[in-house]
């Protein structure tokens, strides 16, 4: 499984949000779908909430691939 960092420079980001901003999906229309069908997990965990948030310490799954999420400076 690949893992990478995601740094973001606010409290949260939403699933949905957070998912097009790393690069995972090209369209917020795509990672709507990709929640809704259970296909992604939080905290190992398996996420239907696209409006969940996201917070530095989270990870998030998608295939083979595990986001840790970062605090940035601001």
Aim: aromatic letters at 4%; glycine letters at 10%.
């Amino acid at each position: 499984m690949e893992k990478m960092q995601i740094t973001i420079h606010t409290e949260f980001i939403k699933l949905d949000q957070f998912l097009k901003f790393s690069g995972l999906v090209e369209t917020g229309g795509h990672a709507k779908e990709i929640v809704a069908e259970g296909a992604v997990k939080v905290n190992g965990e398996i996420c239907t909430m696209r409006g969940k948030k996201i917070r530095p310490g989270d990870t998030v799954e998608l295939d083979d691939t595990c986001l840790e999420v970062v605090a940035g400076e601001n």
